[in-house]
């Protein structure tokens, strides 16, 4: 349906796909990890970006980096994600 506004090609999902990966890869597979993460990547994206171009003159279409980035590090520092998943399961002691 999306066809019928505007032109549509085969590429034409990867940055929604890219920035939806690194948001559930960056919140640590938990629906409030990952809402949280995309939240912070999308004003992450759009500030270093800003920053980036108004300090180095460096073109905005390298945003897509800035997620990719920020995902790398996570994964380096604290592969578990933002949320980890046993944080928020209830643990049943006897």
Do not use: C, D
């Amino acid at each position: 349906m999306y066809a019928y506004y505007i032109a549509v090609n085969p590429e034409s999902g990867w940055i929604a796909l890219l920035w939806m990966f690194a948001a559930s890869i960056v919140g640590g597979f938990t629906f409030y990890g990952t809402m949280l993460s995309g939240l912070l990547l999308g004003i992450a994206e759009h500030t270093l970006s800003f920053i980036a171009y108004q300090l180095f003159g460096i073109n905005t279409a390298y945003r897509p980096a800035i997620a990719l980035i920020i995902m790398v590090f996570v994964l380096l520092f604290k592969p578990e994600g933002l949320i980890r998943l046993q944080s928020l399961s209830l643990s049943r002691r006897a």
